[in-house]
């Protein structure tokens, strides 16, 4: 099946962020955990009709369009199957997203009229599923790239499903049911806090019993899904700013405590200290409307080398400096 995307669309900056989490300052790399690159194509596995399904999706160019295919490789093989995949990979890749009005808000911003060209295409790729973004969230909270990576691959490998495709094998994230029946003290085992251990199995257990209907979230007003995700202990602002942003597809959400976002908004926007969350919004009221995206595009400042960011930096500096001296 072929899916034809809105120009301008990049597959490579998309999947980048998916992937895998940025290079640490000693270059070490991340293993995917559950979004794979193989033989040219991007694998993932998810639950389609009941069971768990390994779709690829591989980009198709065709003069100056793209297209992606899509196909099952290990699954259901119902009539429905195919169509219900397509829906989730264009959600996933927002390939019915016209874009262009964020590249011309942009284009008024010196820092985002960059990086807008730098990353042009890349569309905020949507999680595949609501539950993984919320609780994966809850482990990265407050630790370190490296411990969350760990944790979360050890959650994984102990709780989640896998499907084996030609010698290799593509984990599941763990359903809610297997969650929600474990202790505070056997997620200690993999080095969950027990704070944090209470808050995921209290998440998968309203899941479970309909009193957090994540899908249902889809169909509200921003500040109303909010409000039922931080009606949960341990979903605060900043997760569910997160699982508007990654899972539900808003175009305007602001993680404004997030510490890499004040980070990035610090270098390129040659502030004198790391900004506040109240800083952040009053910088991110000239991008309303697409705030998701604003953020999105300083995130993937990350994924990059050091060189390019230093020269971009020192870009941005001259040009400030040289309009403070043309007023």
């Known amino acids: 099946m072929l899916i034809t995307p809105r120009s301008p669309f990049s597959f490579a900056h998309t999947l ?3 992937l895998s989490p940025p290079a640490l300052a000693n270059g070490r790399q991340f293993a995917p955990l559950l979004d794979h690159f193989a033989n040219g194509e991007y694998r993932r596995v998810e639950e389609i009709d009941g069971q768990p399904t390994l779709y690829g999706v591989r980009e198709e160019r065709q003069g100056t369009a793209t ?48 990086l807008a060209v730098h990353f042009r295409g ?29 944790v979360k691959k050890a959650l994984i490998e102990t709780y989640g499903n896998h499907v084996e ?18 202790t505070p003290r056997q997620l200690r085992r993999i080095q969950i806090s027990s704070p944090k251990a209470r808050y995921i199995i209290g998440l998968s257990r309203a899941v479970l019993d309909g009193s957090l209907d994540l899908e249902g979230l889809r169909a509200l007003e921003p500040a109303m ?19 508007g942003l990654r899972a539900l597809g808003r175009l305007d959400s602001l993680p404004a405590a997030d510490v890499g976002l004040q980070k990035a908004l610090q270098r390129f926007y040659g502030l004198r200290k790391q900004p506040s969350p109240a800083r952040v919004e009053k910088i991110a009221r000239r991008w309303a409307g697409w705030r998701s995206y604003a953020t999105f595009y300083l995130w993937l400042t990350f994924w990059e ?15 400030r400096r040289g309009s403070a001296l043309r007023r």
Do not use: C
């Open 16 to 18: 980048r962020f998916i």
């Open 67 to 114: 297209r992606l295919r899509l196909r099952v490789l290990a699954g259901p093989a119902t009539p429905g199957a195919l169509p219900l995949l397509a829906r989730l990979v264009e959600r996933q890749f927002s390939t019915n997203l016209d874009i262009t009005p964020f590249y011309r808000l942009a284009a008024s911003d010196p820092v985002l009229a960059k």
């Open 122 to 150: 890349m569309r905020i790729p949507q999680s595949a599923n609501i539950y993984e973004t919320l609780i994966s969230a809850i482990l990265e909270q407050q630790v370190n790239l490296t411990f969350a990576h760990q």
């Open 165 to 182: 495709f030609e010698g290799r094998r593509y984990n599941v994230f763990p359903e809610p049911a297997a969650l929600a029946i474990t």
């Open 225 to 243: 899904a909010d409000a039922k995700l931080r009606a949960h202990k341990g979903v605060g602002a900043w997760t569910a700013q997160y699982v």
């Open 305 to 319: 080398d050091g060189a390019w960011k230093n020269q971009l930096a020192e870009e941005l500096r001259l040009a």
